[in-house]
T-cell receptor
Framework: KNQVEQSPQSLIILEGKNCTLQ??????????LRWYKQDTGRGPVSLTI?????NTKSNGRYTATLDADTKQSSLHITASQLSDSASYIC????????????FGTGTRLTVIP | GAGVSQSPSNKVTEKGKDVELRCDPI?????LYWYRQSLGQGLEFLIY????????KSGLPSDRFSAERTGGSVSTLTIQRTQQEDSAVYLC??????????????FGSGTRLTVV
């Protein structure tokens, strides 16, 4: 069964600190993995997208890693800011067709001053 | 338009009433998706359009839910005889090439539906 699991479910960190969010998946055959940021009351916004051959991709203070062998991905946030408070959703696509997105339930990050 | 536009942003309706939710995708995006996000839950797929046709409507939870897309652009999700369990955020996304390569999905801000 194709699944995407994220951890932790929620996280509180101090402003300026780093954090790492985890995503494990069983989706096969794998096509790509995306990390989205969803602010409260808003739709998800894409942060990174990685294919099988990519191990790491950065977008400003966000760095995503992918280990396609162990089917794990992480999203590392450096020098967190209050505006990083949001839900971070891991989305994995398979190769079977057009409607092929599998969503994690997200990690709720709260950055406090 | 510049992004995916959804309306209304918030909708409160009485149980048993019908509601229509609208999605205006990015111009030129051929694929359009509807998802439902309940409190504390992940996104739940409802229906997918390629052009005006819906190759996959397997996620519609009951026959009270229907959707259409006209002109390969605007889509409307209709919920008839709303129930309290229909309360959720309904998100629409569009993409140029569905699910392929590095083409991302762009989401709208959603419609928050509350059935009282």
């Amino acid at each position: 069964k194709n699944q995407v699991e994220q951890s932790p479910q929620s996280l509180i960190i101090l402003e300026g600190k780093n954090c790492t969010l985890q995503c494990n998946y069983t989706v096969s055959p794998f096509s790509n993995l995306r990390w989205y940021k969803q602010d409260t009351g808003r739709g998800p916004v894409s942060l990174t997208i990685m294919t099988f051959s990519e191990n790491t991709k950065s977008n400003g203070r966000y760095t995503a890693t992918l280990d396609a062998d162990t089917k794990q991905s992480s999203l590392h946030i450096t020098a967190s800011q209050l505006s990083d408070s949001a839900s971070y959703i891991c989305v994995v696509s398979d190769q079977t067709g057009a409607n092929n997105l599998f969503f994690g339930t997200g990690t709720r990050l709260t950055v406090i001053p | 338009g510049a992004g995916v536009s959804q309306s209304p942003s918030n909708k409160v309706t009485e149980k048993g009433k019908d509601v229509e939710l609208r999605c205006d995708p990015i111009s030129g995006h051929t694929a359009l998706y509807w998802y439902r996000q309940s409190l504390g839950q992940g996104l739940e797929f409802l229906i997918y359009f390629q052009g005006n046709s819906a190759p996959d409507k397997s996620g519609l939870p009951s026959d009270r839910f229907s959707a259409e897309r006209t002109g390969g652009s605007v889509s409307t999700l209709t919920i008839q005889r709303t129930q309290q369990e229909d309360s959720a955020v309904y998100l629409c996304a569009s993409s140029f090439i569905p699910g392929q390569g590095n083409y991302g999905y762009t989401f709208g801000s959603g419609t928050r539906l509350t059935v009282v």
